[in-house]
């Protein structure tokens, strides 16, 4: 790489630039100083090899790489690529794409961290088996194993379970990270054992957006893409005039593909409204931060709506044109009385200001919406989700760039597709709720079924609700088979232990960006110890598993699960021709690009899709190319238009307690008196989740407000900085320097009440358990409210390195009975609680 290209991409001026600058502080110019003052110590720490303007690398015999290997980053789904520089095989550094607009050479702080994951003492090096002491203690002795060991120990326990007729009683559950297409071969392992329960990250994450996208427009999609659409050769979001963020922090989260949007906004004077019970650095971005109260966005919503409909700020042509049930959202709304003042009593967001919102949203087009957990980890996530699509769809702005409703995560089309299985495989029961904590449920009371062994790819001692319960439910399990990369907390419960591979570690296609686009990335170094990629793990498991089954011939096995597939080049080529309209996402092809390639894009010729649903020749061929039945059609739904009410919806909707017309509710843990959900002990079929049982609800009886006497406040999770990616940064050198510390952000009033001094030790207790942290006095956060982050946890070693506490899971004070009951999604965004100095 030149000197040039160094220099532009230097770490000084992204991180200056674009992860934490208050340069453009509008709203929030009261919090302006906090801000800052939080951001500038990272600025400092963030410049490894390079601190003057003058390119000193250039020419050094040390420094200078031998072989720059384009990869990229495991973590979010900004999708950087990284060029990785090599010197005698080592890495000695790592920069971002400058020849992607999108990147233009950026990463954030975690893009070299990536290093750290292949640099790392604690790295798990060999599979290993509990050889003593008890699930979940630290005193569990574990011995290294060979490989054809652990595989067939894993291999004759299910078959056991199999044969005795408990298939059903063996699943998957990820909640972590996994290299694409890993989950299809999971599926076709438990096919071919005749088990339902393979599950994947969505309900964990973000499900319930795509969830709400499908039934309303018809594809489970994020709507619009980033950077010039190939197919008109305009900027899509770049051209947006109006950005509104709910629940989502993406100047910590998607770091780089929210500076791209900040950068266009320059240009385009766009206007950005981040809805958020607490100041984020998104939020210090922003020309307005509202701070409704946690958990009632739906309610904001439905206000929103109510004025522009009753206002006639819709867009009568498209409305006319392409929405089925207008008139019924309209009856809906006002026989409910979801007025903007009914709406401000419920969020405590002054009506005119809900009036206001509306109105801009609705009179600047284009209009895009953005969110993310802040919204998915809500207990009437899909619900929100839908009435936020209909905000997009009776402003028309649906399938136009610039516009559309991005509900992060939601990326991808679900199982990238191989060649039929050959054989016949048994046939399989119906599934566990999707829900992610219903694993433990089945666990511990045996309800519908129990399960009995598990594998699991991510940190559910950290990452689910309710962890107490989690602990007992594992402890309890009959076999387990942890994933992972660290010996994090989840492992001492494990029966069997699998080391994997980092990102560094492989040729794949790991992440994708939240626009559907994915891109290739070369392995850069050999995978550390005996270490495997998630694929290769399942490929020699089925054939670990023919040489053991005595029901079927080992072609059972062998056929489903070639060998070739190891190579990732050949596992791609069998999905790109097995997956609908992914026709033109040759390996060739991206490793051409410098930018990623959306999805859909059914030919070598075809642009990819940036806008879904856009009135254009490439969105028609794409269309027809995932579905035939889609010839002709614009919105992909069964009649062809957006659907906000038709009697079908209903009908399905209302057999799992909801309606297509949402009505208010919230968790009963919000401070005040609302309608709330209770959950019968019926499980009926779950209309999103069709392969799936779920819980039957009761909408609407009123919260007592009983467990405020005790809790008087609320309390929020997210993540807690930009600094780590869930549990796994924990265990990098740089995670825990930076950020080793819980900082439970509070506002001076509240602590004052308390006793609480910035910087206290202090409590936060929930009617599940307490847990410890440091009070961060933070008057960007309403007065009701705390921000406990999450994924600190009493595993992590690297602590010792810095003397930083060990801490319990946040999830102790969660409760896990409530969730979403057709998206899974759990109300990891809301518990009350209080606090007192330690
Ligand atoms: N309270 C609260 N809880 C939450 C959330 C919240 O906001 N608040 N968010 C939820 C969300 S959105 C998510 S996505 C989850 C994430 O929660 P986690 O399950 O913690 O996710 P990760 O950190 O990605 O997974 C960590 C583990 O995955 C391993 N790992 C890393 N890469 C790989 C790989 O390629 N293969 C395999 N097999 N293992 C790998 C690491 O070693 C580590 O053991 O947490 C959820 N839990
Ligand atoms: N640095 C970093 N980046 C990540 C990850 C990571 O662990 N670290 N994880 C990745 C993954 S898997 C995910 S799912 C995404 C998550 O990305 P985000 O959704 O941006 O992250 P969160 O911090 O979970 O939640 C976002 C915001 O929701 C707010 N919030 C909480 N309750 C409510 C509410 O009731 N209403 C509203 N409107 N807002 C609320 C929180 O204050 C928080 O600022 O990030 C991805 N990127
Ligand atoms: S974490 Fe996200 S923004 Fe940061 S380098 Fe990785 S992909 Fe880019
Ligand atoms: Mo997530």
């Known amino acids: 790489m030149t000197s040039k290209g160094r220099k532009k991409t230097s770490r000084r001026g992204f991180i200056q630039g674009v992860a934490i600058s208050t340069a453009a502080v509008g709203a929030a110019e009261l919090l302006k100083k906090e801000v800052a003052d939080a951001a500038s110590p990272g600025q400092d720490q963030a410049i490894p090899l390079q601190s003057t303007e003058f390119d000193f690398i250039q020419k050094s015999a040390a420094l200078e790489p031998d072989k720059i290997i384009d990869s990229a980053c495991q973590f979010c789904n900004s999708l950087c690529r990284l060029k990785v520089h090599l010197k005698d095989g080592r890495i000695i550094d ?37 050889v003593g002491g008890n699930k979940g203690d630290s005193n569990s002795k574990f011995e290294p194993i060979s490989w054809d060991e652990a595989l067939s120990i894993i291999a004759s326990k299910f078959l056991a379970l199999r044969d005795a007729g408990l298939a059903r009683a063996i699943a998957n559950k990820t909640s972590g990270r996994l290299p694409r297409g890993t989950g299809s071969l999971v599926g076709r392992y438990f096919s071919l054992l005749g088990s339902p329960n393979n599950t994947d990250v969505g309900p964990v994450c973000n ?44 100047a910590e989260t998607h770091p780089v593909t929210f500076a791209y949007l900040l950068r266009s906004r320059v240009q385009t004077k ?14 210090a971005q922003a020309d307005e931060w509202i701070a409704p109260k946690p958990h009632t966005d739906l309610a904001l919503v439905l206000g929103m709506l109510y004025h522009i409909v009753t206002n006639n700020l819709y867009d009568a042509a498209f409305v006319k044109k392409w929405v089925l049930g207008f008139d019924e959202l309209k009856n809906h709304l006002k026989s409910s009385g979801y007025t903007p003042e009914w709406a401000a009593k419920v969020t405590d967001v002054p009506a005119s200001k809900i009036r206001l919102l509306a109105e801009a949203y609705a009179k600047t087009k284009p209009a895009a919406i953005f969110c993310n957990a802040g919204i998915s980890h809500q207990l009437g996530a899909f619900d929100t989700y839908r009435c936020l699509t209909f905000l997009a769809a009776i402003t028309g702005n649906i399938g136009i760039p610039g516009g559309g409703c991005n509900f992060m995560h939601n990326t991808w089309p679900g199982e990238l597709k191989l060649p039929a299985i050959i054989g016949k495989t048994p046939s399989k029961d119906i599934a566990l709720p999707v829900g992610p904590d219903y694993f433990a449920e089945s666990i511990i009371s045996g309800e519908p079924y129990q399960l009995k062994a598990i594998v699991t790819q991510g940190n559910p001692l950290l990452a689910c609700s309710d962890t107490i319960k989690v602990q007992q439910a594992y402890r309890q399990l009959e076999f387990y088979v942890y994933t992972g990369l660290f010996m994090e907390e989840s492992a001492y419960y494990a029966d069997i232990i699998l080391p994997v591979t980092s990102g560094f570690e492989m040729e794949t296609v790991y992440m994708r960006r939240d626009d559907r686009a994915i891109r290739w990335q070369e392995q850069v170094v050999t995978p550390v110890g005996e270490s495997k990629p998630d694929w290769h793990i399942w490929i020699d498991l089925a054939h670990a598993t023919a040489k053991l089954d005595k029901r079927n011939p080992p072609e059972y096995w062998r056929d489903n699960f070639p060998d070739s597939w190891k190579d990732y080049r050949h596992l791609w080529a069998t999905f790109v021709a097995n997956t609908p309209a992914m026709g033109g996402m040759t390996q060739q092809r991206l490793s051409q690009r410098t930018e990623p390639l959306r999805w859909p894009c059914p030919t070598v010729d075809h642009p ?14 794409a269309a027809s190319a995932l579905n035939p039945d889609n010839i002709g059609k614009r919105f992909l739904t069964p009649s062809g238009k957006v659907e906000i009410y038709t009697p079908q919806l209903q009908s399905r909707l209302a057999e799992a307690g909801h309606s297509a017309l949402p009505s208010f509710y919230t968790h009963p843990e919000v401070i005040g008196k609302h309608p709330t959900i209770e959950y019968t002990s019926e499980l009926v079929k779950n209309p999103v989740n069709p392969q799936a049982l779920t819980q039957n609800i009761k909408l609407g009886k009123i919260s007592s407000g009983k467990v405020h006497k005790q809790y008087p406040l609320m309390g929020i999770t997210g993540r807690s900085s930009v600094v780590h990616f869930h549990s796994v940064t924990h265990w990098t050198y740089t995670g825990k320097q930076m950020n080793g510390v819980r900082l439970v952000q509070i ?7 308390a006793g609480i001094k910035n910087g206290d030790e202090i409590i936060v207790e929930s009617p599940r358990g307490a847990i410890t942290g440091t009070a961060l006095l933070w008057s960007g956060i309403r007065e009701d409210t705390i921000f406990v982050p999450g994924w600190f946890g009493p595993g992590q070693k690297m602590a010792e390195e810095f003397g930083t506490p060990y801490y319990e899971s946040v999830n102790i004070l969660i409760d896990k009975q409530y969730y979403d009951n057709l998206s899974g999604q759990q109300a990891f965004k809301c518990f009350a609680c209080r606090v007192k100095k330690a």
């Open 270 to 283: 766009a206007k950005l409204v981040v809805i958020d019970p607490r100041l984020t650095p998104t939020g």
């Open 94 to 130: 790592v920069l971002g794409e400058p020849n992607d607009p999108v990147q233009a050479g950026g990463f954030c702080i975690k893009g070299p961290m990536m290093t750290q994951l292949v640099y790392n003492r604690f790295r798990l090096k060999s599979p290993m088996k509990r």
């Open 747 to 753: 506002h001076p009033e509240a602590a004052k009440k």
């Open 207 to 250: 499900d319930a957006g795509g969830n709400a996208l499908a039934w309303t427009f018809g594809l489970g999609n994020f709507t619009n893409g980033y950077g010039i659409d190939d197919a008109t050769k305009k900027e899509d979001l770049g051209s947006a005039k109006f950005l509104l963020f709910l629940g989502t922090n993406q």
């Open 608 to 621: 990819g899709v940036s806008t879904l649903y856009l009135d254009h020749a490439s969105w028609y061929e």
